[in-house]
C-alpha cells in the first residue's frame, strides 16, 4: 500500500509542476479570450535569462528581481506592440500574434544568451524528504515539495490579487465584454498589461522549476504541451481549475504508468506521454468547458 501512496503522491506533485505552466494560459485567456501560443516560449525566455544573467556573476536574488523586471518590461513591451492594435479584432488575429511571439521570444532569448543546454542549480535536492519517509514511510522528492510549496504561494497571491483588487474585477468585466468594459471606462490595455505581467511572473516560477530539473535549453519551451491535458480538464477560465486538472493528470499519469503497464505485461509502452492526452480526449466528449470553465449559452 505504501507503493501506492508513493506513485500516488509522485504523481500529485508532478501534477503541480504542469498547473504552473496551465495558469499563464488561463490568466491570458481570462483577459483577452485567446489562447497564448507563446507561454511554453515566455517559460524559455525567463529561464534563459536568468541564467544567463547568473553567468554575468550576479548573485541568485538580485538576479531573480532583474530577471522578474525584465519579465514585467517585455510584458509591457508586448502589450504596447502587439496587442494594442488589436484590440476588438477577432480573437484569431491575438492567436495569430501570440504565434508570432512565441517564434519571436524563442529567437530573441537563444540570440541573446546562446543555444548550448545550461544546468540551473537552485540548491533544492531532487532526493526523498527524509522527515516524511520517516513519518509516513514513503519516498516524496524534497524538490516536488519545494514546486508545491512555491505554487501554493503564487496560487494564493494570484487568487488575493485577482479577487479582492479592483484589478481583478476590472480584469472580469474585461473577461465578459472588451467593448462595454471600454464603454464603462475600464482602461483595456492598463488591464492586458497587468495580466501579462502576472503571465511572465508564472512563466519565470515555471521556467526556473523546470529549467532545474530538465536543464535550460531549447526543449523546455515544450513544457508547454504538458499544460494542454490540464486545460482541457480543468478549463480556460479558471485558475482553482489549473491547479485542480494538474493535479488529476499528474496523479493519472503515473498511476497509469505503473498499474496499466504492470496489468498489460509491459506491452504497452510509454503510458505515460499519451495517457494525459487521452484522458483529456476523453472528458472533452463529456464536459467541454472543462471542470471550472464557464458553459457560455448564445440565445438566438
Not at 504565434?99 to 541573446?112: R, T
Request: charged share 10%.
Amino acid at each position: 500500500m505504501n507503493f501506492f501512496f508513493e506513485v500516488l503522491f509522485g504523481g500529485l506533485l508532478s501534477g503541480i509542476m504542469y498547473s504552473l505552466v496551465a495558469l499563464g494560459f488561463v490568466l491570458i485567456y481570462k483577459a483577452s479570450g485567446v489562447f497564448n501560443f507563446a507561454q511554453g516560449s515566455m517559460v524559455l525566455f525567463a529561464a534563459l535569462t536568468f541564467v544567463g544573467i547568473l553567468e554575468l556573476g550576479v548573485p541568485f536574488w538580485p538576479a531573480l528581481l532583474l530577471c522578474l523586471l525584465v519579465m514585467m518590461l517585455l510584458a509591457v513591451g508586448i502589450e504596447r506592440i502587439v496587442l494594442r492594435p488589436l484590440v476588438n479584432q477577432p480573437p484569431i488575429a491575438l492567436f495569430m500574434a501570440t504565434i508570432g511571439l512565441s517564434y519571436l521570444l524563442e529567437g530573441l532569448g537563444q540570440g541573446i544568451w546562446g543555444t548550448q543546454v545550461r544546468a540551473l542549480d537552485l540548491g533544492i535536492e531532487d532526493l526523498p524528504n527524509e522527515m516524511i519517509q520517516e513519518a509516513l514511510g514513503i519516498q516524496v522528492s524534497t524538490f516536488d515539495l519545494f514546486s508545491a510549496g512555491c505554487a501554493a504561494v503564487l496560487v494564493g497571491g494570484l487568487a488575493l490579487f485577482f479577487n479582492k483588487t479592483r484589478v481583478g474585477l476590472a480584469l472580469r468585466a474585461v473577461a465578459d465584454d472588451h467593448q462595454a468594459a471600454l464603454a464603462v471606462g475600464i482602461p483595456l490595455q492598463h488591464v492586458w498589461a497587468i495580466v501579462w505581467a502576472a503571465a511572465g511572473l508564472v512563466a519565470l516560477v515555471a521556467g526556473l522549476l523546470w529549467g532545474s530539473r530538465l536543464g535550460v535549453q531549447f526543449s523546455l519551451s515544450l513544457v508547454a504541451l504538458k499544460a494542454l491535458p490540464v486545460l482541457i480538464l480543468g478549463g480556460f477560465t479558471s485558475v482553482a481549475g489549473a491547479i485542480v486538472g494538474g493535479l488529476i493528470i499528474g496523479a493519472s499519469e503515473k498511476l497509469a504508468e505503473v498499474y496499466i503497464s504492470t496489468f498489460t505485461g509491459g506491452a504497452v509502452a510509454a503510458i505515460e506521454n499519451w495517457f494525459p492526452y487521452m484522458l483529456a480526449l476523453l472528458f472533452l466528449l463529456v464536459r467541454p468547458q472543462g471542470l471550472f470553465g464557464e458553459k457560455i449559452i448564445e440565445r438566438v
